[in-house]
């Protein structure tokens, strides 16, 4: 069991898949000592300073501001406090979930100046190293000028914070200085009906890629309860290699609609050749994740897509009967 200081360092570094990079090298990319931070005359806030940390990793987009050099703390700049910037997902006010943007602040931090001090190991030799990768926190040092910089966080030989930094991280009681909410991530409405807010129009893709064959001579399964998630794709996404689109309604589809839905997927009509994007289309998943799942474009070409979990997806022909009967629940 992990120790809640684990618990805390771990939130505060945030978890990542990824393999076992990293060389420990300084932000100049040598191997000896990274060069000095850059110090910044006056630290505002997350909001001003730090407006895109936390966002994923591997997004590409260039940072809002020009964010200060990462390097070693300068002796002639003695920190008195750290900063944490970041952004976690929470309860919406009303429901649903929320991105929200997080500043913390802690002023006991000699354990964390100690090792941030420490050297990268070398990379390699003979430790084992294991898929999940911890991603250092958008960190600031304050001095009692109410100038800041950004340390460089040394590294293991797995290329991850070293253990010395995730311990001490945990020591400091930080304090929540600030939050803001950045975006809805799910809304109450997707939340009770028990559908994610996106999803994305398998049956567009697949056809796309000319994967899916004609729906064959199938025995029409005894499926469990279903639920019935609807999307609706925006105009300017339709015709994307993977049109995303928003929840619309969805819920516990009702017993007698389930059957009637469940043989007008197991015809065997020809598939229309038709080209026509779809602006809404639904999901239809078992209950107890057993089982195909079903994606139905209710507009546009009218095709639905049967998807086993082993794999080979099967095209069929829906119609106006079938898109009635995915109607709100």
């Known amino acids: 069991m992990r120790s809640s200081r684990t618990v805390l360092a771990v939130a505060l570094l945030g978890v990542a898949l990824s393999g076992c ?87 006991a931090i000699a354990p964390l100046l100690t090792a941030l001090r420490l050297p990268s190991e070398q ?66 409405a997707a939340e009770a009906a028990g559908c994610a807010q996106q999803w994305t129009d398998m049956v567009w893709v697949e056809t796309r890629n000319g994967r899916p064959g004609p729906v064959g001579p199938i025995t029409r399964p005894a499926a469990g309860p279903l639920r019935l998630c609807v999307y609706e794709v925006p105009a300017s996404l339709q015709e994307g290699d993977k049109p995303a689109g928003d929840f619309v309604y969805g819920g516990l589809l009702p017993t007698e609609r389930q059957a009637s839905v469940l043989r007008a997927l197991s015809n065997r009509r020809a598939v229309a050749d038709c080209a026509t994007p779809a602006s ?39 119609d106006d009967a079938l898109a009635a009967l995915l109607g709100p629940v």
Request: net charge negative.
């Open 21 to 107: 990079g990293g060389t420990g090298a300084g932000p100049e990319g040598g191997a000896g000592e990274p060069a000095p931070a850059q110090i910044v005359d006056r630290w505002i806030s997350c909001a001003k300073d730090a407006p895109r940390a936390g966002e994923m990793i591997m997004e590409a987009s260039p940072s809002a501001v020009n964010e200060p050099t990462i390097g070693r703390i300068d002796p002639t700049f003695t920190p008195v406090a750290a900063v944490t910037c970041g952004r976690e997902i929470r309860p919406g006010p009303n429901g649903g979930q929320e991105q929200v943007a997080t500043e913390r602040r802690a002023e």
């Open 123 to 188: 990379a390699g030799g003979e430790v084992a190293c294991t898929l999940e990768m911890l991603v250092p926190p958008w960190l600031a040092l304050l001095d009692d000028r109410g100038r800041w910089l950004r340390p460089h966080i040394p590294t293991g030989s797995c290329g991850k914070p070293r253990a010395e930094v995730i311990t001490a991280l945990a020591e400091p009681q930080w304090t929540t200085v600030d939050t803001r909410t950045i975006r809805p991530v799910e809304s109450a």
């Open 280 to 318: 809404r289309f639904a999901v239809l998943r078992p209950l107890d994740g057993a089982g195909s799942d079903r994606y139905v474009e209710l507009d546009g070409c009218r095709r639905f897509l049967v998807a086993p979990v082993t794999g080979g997806a099967q095209l069929g022909q829906g």
